[in-house]
């Protein structure tokens, strides 16, 4: 297990560092003159000039490069062009945010799906699975903001049940935030659900045919031992990965979800950024969704390892 662990560390942390790589090449490939955005079109050569060279960018891109990844490690992230505050704690609020509507969705999206899909998956072909699986692909196809439309008009406006708009202060505790969380976790539910119940559902019906359920039942086993203990730790390794892809999701690709309920998450932070531009904030926000991408890979790898022992010996 150590040796698993340990290749697993070594391979995200070859991820980690290319994708840097990735992260700082497109940022500087982005068209527009950073300087002239700062100062406007008005501004002179001179000044143009001397702010390039006070922001480094007139060095070598290695040069920037190398600086830039170094001063990240150390926790220096640099300040923002459009703020002029320091891109770490910024980002670091936002995070806060994003994180406790990903919790939110997730405890709503995956015991529901997962629910959905093994309910769907022992009863193939049947008026069961027909209605989720109609049911499922027919929220999913709404897209978001339509969704999030409608959760507001019926859960805020007709029943008074929720605040319509998310928008929340900073340092705000999770337990006060939590109204302020239910209708865009709701809706990043609503557009997880189809997939993860869809996946759920074939995974168990393909578990069902297996020899070992055949011989397990056989045995006498009860039913719902059977499904608990056998099925359900082969049929939830694919749906452990899309949980994982998801979770990345959540956290920074909320963009028009965040726009409709006007929540401070890290996606509007990133457009933000984008609109002006701003590098640091660009770079800072690229290296935390990498990162969860690597954090949230790797809790998946040990929950393979810990439901299939086979996984931790290749």
Do not use: C
């Amino acid at each position: 297990m150590r040796a698993f662990v340990f290749r697993r560390l070594a391979f995200l942390v070859l991820t980690v560092l290319l994708t840097s790589i990735l992260i700082f090449a497109a940022t500087q490939l982005l068209p527009g003159d950073v300087a002239r955005i700062i100062l406007g079109r008005e501004a002179g050569e001179e000044a143009l000039a001397t702010l390039r060279t006070d922001l480094g960018l007139d060095r070598p891109a290695a040069v920037q490069y190398a600086t830039w990844l170094g001063r990240f490690v150390r926790g220096d992230w640099g300040s923002s062009f459009g703020t002029g505050s320091a891109v770490r704690p910024l980002i670091l609020g936002r995070l806060r945010n994003s994180l406790m509507l990903a919790a939110v969705s997730l405890v709503l999206a995956v015991p529901i799906s997962i629910a959905l899909g093994v309910w769907a998956g022992l009863r193939p072909n049947g008026l069961v699975d027909g209605v989720i699986s109609v049911g499922s692909l027919s929220v999913v196809g709404l897209p978001e903001f339509v969704t999030g439309i409608l959760l507001i008009e019926i859960l805020a406006h007709r029943l008074d049940w929720l605040p319509a708009s998310s928008s929340i202060a900073p340092e705000t505790g999770f337990l006060e935030a939590l109204p302020f969380l239910i209708l865009p976790a709701l809706t990043a539910t609503l557009v997880l659900l189809a997939y993860i119940t869809r996946l759920t559902r074939a995974e168990v019906a393909e578990q069902m045919k297996r020899d070992y359920v055949r011989t397990a039942t056989l045995k006498g086993l009860p039913r719902r031992i059977v499904v608990v203990k056998h099925v359900l730790r082969n049929a939830l390794l694919p749906t452990i990965t899309v949980i994982a892809i998801s979770v990345t999701w959540l956290v920074g690709g909320l963009i028009v979800i965040e726009n409709v309920f006007n929540f401070p998450g890290l996606g509007r932070l990133l457009l933000f950024a984008i609109d002006r531009r701003d590098l640091p904030l660009i770079q800072g926000i690229a290296m935390l969704v990498v990162l969860t991408v690597v954090v949230a890979n790797f809790g998946a790898d040990l929950l393979y390892a810990a439901l299939n022992p086979r996984i931790r010996f290749k």
